[in-house]
């Protein structure tokens, strides 16, 4: 009898220690977040997106769409044209678009695609490829310069 009391209070501490554990946000997420709520300071809009096919980021199933990060400026005044661009060899590609941005450098790393319409330039790109959120700034400084373009 004695013996059994002592499991069932061992069951008990191993669940609730097993409950506690999981709960716990992973590093990688929380570096995510951190990296995000940053942008967002800085006025860069991030959001997780269904990745458009014309960007030809794999996809995450044969029948699932892969989703990818998107983060974009917002320009008030701004009356851009639009413009599509995948990232190949660290050039821009055109898909759609005026041919002053026919094989621009991209110097930012995990770039996967651009966009441009109206009064929004945004791209797509791999979070992971910095954790640390070192390129938000330049990340910006580029989007705005095609803007400008």
């Known amino acids: 009898m004695e013996n059994t009391g002592i499991w069932v209070v061992g069951f008990i501490i191993f669940f609730v220690l097993g ?5 716990r946000v992973s590093p990688r997420e929380k570096a995510l977040g951190l990296m995000r709520e940053k942008a967002r300071k800085m006025g860069l809009h991030p959001r997780l997106v269904v990745a458009p096919d014309w960007t030809k980021i794999p996809r995450a199933s044969e029948s699932r769409a892969s989703m990818v990060a998107y983060y974009s400026v917002l320009l008030p005044n701004a009356r851009l044209p639009l413009m599509r661009a995948r990232v190949v060899d660290q050039k821009l590609q055109l898909v759609h678009g005026d041919d002053k941005f026919k094989d621009l450098p991209v110097v930012l790393k ?13 791209l797509y790109w791999e979070e992971e490829s910095d954790l640390r959120a070192t390129q938000l700034d330049d990340i910006k400084a580029y989007l705005h310069s095609l803007a400008e373009l």
Do not use: P, T
């Open 19 to 23: 409950s506690i554990l999981g709960l």
């Open 110 to 122: 995990g770039i996967y695609a651009i966009d441009m319409q109206a009064n929004c330039v945004g």
